[in-house]
């Protein structure tokens, strides 16, 4: 079965995430003891022991998930012999859900672990401080196509921003923008067939033009970073296409920051090239479940626990 493996993005943090995978694997522990060393700071105990305000704080929440994914993958290398790049890997592409293609790129080899966990705390905390709390939003709109939810966020922006950020599947956009715009469009769009219209509980409203402040710091942090071709493509958030040139891929992370997360297509485009099956790597089930609504067809699994692993080992 021809593969591709996707990595979560912000949401799926929890207390305890990695702990078992660090107990069982000494490769898993070492990529947290990585991290924590990137860092200058104990990550892994806020991740095994929370508090869990803490841990959902976008600086902390971004490399967090990024250090379970990328245990999962060296697992996956020193258990089970998987090398992304051989001629006879199943896995065609990798691709993330917003941070989560950070993680995708790591596991590529395109950065490494420090360097990834680096750049991602930079990068929560570049969009946590452009925008004061309280001022920008971002709300699930759901049974809107990504069509009608685009012109529903544009009709609510009365001067303001507010515009789609993530399109992840058949009926489920997200938008992002002024807080009271976002909130105007969850009444237009109940008005315009919206099963519902929800507020997140996010700290600042990612993936829309208020975010440009957090794109200039990234512009700048990437530019300073060495990276090298991906052992698969990628494929990108604000494209939905195959991406291996790392210049490209620097210029696109930059874009990713205020440009809209073409999830539903990126799965689209994987299976259109011949993806049959698409693994979750790290914590959560989020984007695994967003496969099977936008294509019934792929088989979607996840791994994140070491259940989870001798499962798919088994499968090699």
């Not at 012999?81 to 917003?98: I, M, P, R, T």
Request: hydrophobic share 50%; aromatic share 4%.
């Amino acid at each position: 079965m021809t593969l591709a493996f996707i990595f979560p993005g912000q949401g799926s943090q929890c207390v305890g995430m990695g702990r078992a995978l660090a107990e069982t694997y000494s490769v898993a522990a070492r990529v947290f003891e990585e991290v924590d060393e990137a860092l200058g700071e104990n990550l892994s105990k806020l991740m095994f022991e929370g508090p869990e305000d803490t841990l959902t704080l976008t600086e902390n929440a971004q490399p967090a998930l990024m250090a379970v994914s990328l245990a999962v993958m060296r697992v996956l290398e020193s258990e089970g012999g998987l090398d992304l790049g051989a001629a006879q890997s199943k896995v065609k592409f990798v691709a993330g859900h917003s941070l989560g293609e950070y993680s995708a790129l790591a596991a590529a080899g395109t950065f490494s672990v420090s360097d990834a966990a680096k750049l991602l705390k930079t990068r929560g905390r570049a969009m946590q401080q452009a925008v004061p709390v309280g001022e920008g939003a971002m709300a699930a709109l759901l049974g809107l196509e990504l069509a009608v939810a685009s012109r529903v966020a544009e009709q609510a922006s009365q001067g303001e921003i507010c515009t789609a950020a993530n399109d992840n599947a058949n009926g489920q956009v997200v938008i992002s923008g002024a807080l009271a715009a976002v909130e105007r469009a969850i009444v237009i769009a109940k008005e315009n067939g919206a099963k519902r219209g929800i507020l997140l509980p996010v700290s600042a409203p990612f993936h829309c033009a208020l975010m440009a402040p957090a794109a200039e710091v990234m512009a700048e942090a990437l530019a300073g970073v060495r990276m090298q071709q991906p052992a698969v493509p990628l494929v990108a958030n604000v494209t939905a296409s195959d991406v291996t040139d790392a210049a490209e891929i620097r210029r696109l992370l930059v874009e990713q920051v205020t440009g809209m997360v073409r999830w539903r297509e990126s799965v689209l485009f994987m299976k259109a090239k011949g993806v049959q099956g698409l693994v979750e790597i790290g914590v959560g089930k989020v984007l695994s479940g967003l496969a099977r609504r936008i294509d019934g067809d792929l088989v979607a699994s996840n791994i994140g626990t070491p259940a989870d692993v001798e499962a798919f080992l088994a499968t090699l």
